[in-house]
């Protein structure tokens, strides 16, 4: 059986830019392969940032956004991957950065141990089925509300080895 990790954003970055008007540019519902052709593909955003901001190569806040040099790994593994361009604007610093939002493939795998709160798609304590991971290495949890971006053992690994910043990988239970 394989392991796999959760992709986020380091929960101990507190410097990191914010967006502004997220929701009002991009709906969530777009964000899925089958309606990824209603975003646009180049989405400009605002930011709020300090001077001393630390643009950090994952950033799962407002939108799950991959730095330009993730994005060259992701494409490696999941070559199947839409990917929308948005650069990141801080005009008060007059500066940009580009990222991008990734439209995985979304699995439905959650095992009937995982723990749901709420409506049941924010999910409290995830478990994945193994039997329903095969050849998948990077996906995103369909039943999750917001965006739970899953990547197996090898593109973990590969993801360490590059010492990117601002990346927090989380071991998934998987039965």
């Known amino acids: 059986m394989k392991d796999y990790f959760v992709l986020k954003q380091d929960e101990r970055l507190t410097d990191a ?3 502004l008007d997220a929701r009002k540019q991009v709906n969530s519902r777009d964000i899925h392969l089958t309606s990824a052709h209603k975003l646009a593909d180049t989405m400009f955003f605002k930011v709020k940032a300090e001077k001393e901001s ?4 994952v950033m799962d ?3 799950y956004l991959i730095s330009e040099r993730l994005k060259r790994l992701v494409e490696l593994y999941a070559p199947d991957t839409i990917f929308k361009l948005t ?12 990222y991008y939002l990734p439209i995985f493939e979304e699995v439905s795998a959650l095992s009937p141990n995982s723990e749901l709160a709420g409506d049941g798609r924010v ?3 995830l478990v994945l089925q193994g ?3 095969t050849g998948k290495r990077i996906f995103k949890i369909k039943e999750s509300e917001k965006p739970l971006i899953v990547v197996r053992l090898d593109v973990a690994e590969s993801i360490l080895r590059r010492d990117f910043e601002g990346v927090q990988l989380v071991r998934v239970q998987v039965e």
Request: overall charge positive; charged content about 30%; aromatic content about 4%.
């Open 17 to 19: 830019p914010e967006l």
């Open 54 to 57: 630390n643009f950090p190569d």
């Open 61 to 63: 806040r407002q939108l």
């Open 87 to 98: 650069p990141l604007i801080d005009m008060a610093h007059r500066r940009q950065h580009n």
């Open 123 to 125: 999910i409290r304590k």
């Open 131 to 133: 039997d329903q991971l």
